[in-house]
């Protein structure tokens, strides 16, 4: 008895972390192919080398990311909100990114949604949002997002 009360516990602590989100910074969206890619262009520049490269190969996601539950720090940038409430956004990870040009590449911006709204930041504040990602491309006259995430949750960044 005492051995399947043990078994038991152990499972259930394993489902409790399994809910927890993956924390994300801004370079883990990237594909290690593509920071190699970066890696050899900066060094062929510092040696005076040209290197001959095409832009498609930059701004791919990662596949392994899809579906996975993340939180990730990042600015908005509001798409369909009222007052008080964001219900889309883009989430960027330096604020002004979309406002100038060129904006940044696709897998460093996060088209979200919220389906029942969320409080609206201020623009210029860093905030975590979490939900799920998904490795899905979108359109927006603002830019090409590489990512999705349907998010359950909005809150300010603390170190």
Same mark, same amino acid.
């Given at each position: 008895m005492q051995r399947l009360i043990f078994i038991l516990l152990c499972c259930l602590s394993f489902t409790v972390n399994a809910s927890e989100p993956l924390n994300l910074q801004w370079q883990d969206l990237i594909p290690q192919s593509e920071k190699d890619l970066y890696e050899k262009i900066g060094l062929a520049q510092l040696n005076g080398e040209e290197i001959d490269f095409n832009e498609s190969q930059f701004g791919q996601t990662r596949a392994e990311l899809n579906g996975s539950q993340v939180r990730i720090p990042g600015f908005v940038i509001p798409l369909q909100s009222n007052a008080n409430t964001v219900t889309e956004l883009l989430l960027v990870p330096f604020y002004g990114a979309c406002l100038h040009? $060129?904006? *940044? @590449?696709?897998?460093?911006?996060? &088209? %979200?949604?919220?389906?029942?709204?969320? $409080?609206? *930041? @201020?623009?210029?504040?860093?905030? &975590? %949002?979490?939900?799920?990602l998904k490795t899905q491309?979108?359109?927006?006259?603002?830019?090409?997002?590489?990512?999705?995430?349907?998010?359950?949750?909005?809150?300010?960044?603390q170190e």
């Open positions: 040009v $060129p904006a *940044p @590449e696709p897998n460093q911006i996060i &088209y %979200v949604k919220f389906a029942q709204g969320a $409080p609206l *930041p @201020e623009m210029w504040e860093v905030v &975590y %949002v979490q939900g799920q491309s979108n359109s927006h006259e603002l830019a090409e997002t590489g990512y999705l995430m349907q998010a359950t949750k909005i809150e300010k960044y």
